[in-house]
């Protein structure tokens, strides 16, 4: 089993930034694919990026370039480190963790807002 603990939402203003973490409590995490995804009010969960055991990254389309998917294996640790943040980035943000199995964190509000 393992639990997923996230951190590093809250409010910012358009064109700020902000790192969100999600922290393991099984070092088998060194072994697993790791994701965000997020979801606003009213829509669907929605991938946002996901990064292999070995640091390969993909992304959505709306966060390219402005989002950065790293892992830090020693510490059982992903971030998403987000700049030039806009409104529509809004949503409380997942961490997901898979193969081996399928877990989910508790979500972190992301809010950006003038």
């Known amino acids: 089993q393992v639990q997923l603990v996230e951190s590093g939402g809250g409010l910012v203003q358009p064109g700020g930034s902000l790192r969100l973490s999600c922290t393991a409590s099984?070092?088998?995490?060194?072994?697993?694919?790791a994701s965000w995804h997020r979801q606003s009010p009213g829509k669907q969960r929605e991938f946002v990026a996901t990064i292999t055991h070995k640091g390969d990254a993909v992304y959505t389309d709306s966060v390219t370039g402005r989002f950065t998917i790293s892992r830090d294996n020693a510490k059982n640790t992903v971030y998403l480190h987000m700049n030039n943040l806009k409104p529509e980035d809004t949503a409380v943000y997942y961490c997901h963790m898979t193969s081996p199995g399928n877990y989910w964190g508790q979500g972190t509000q992301v809010t950006v807002s003038s």
């Open positions: 099984n070092s088998i995490f060194s072994i697993m694919r």
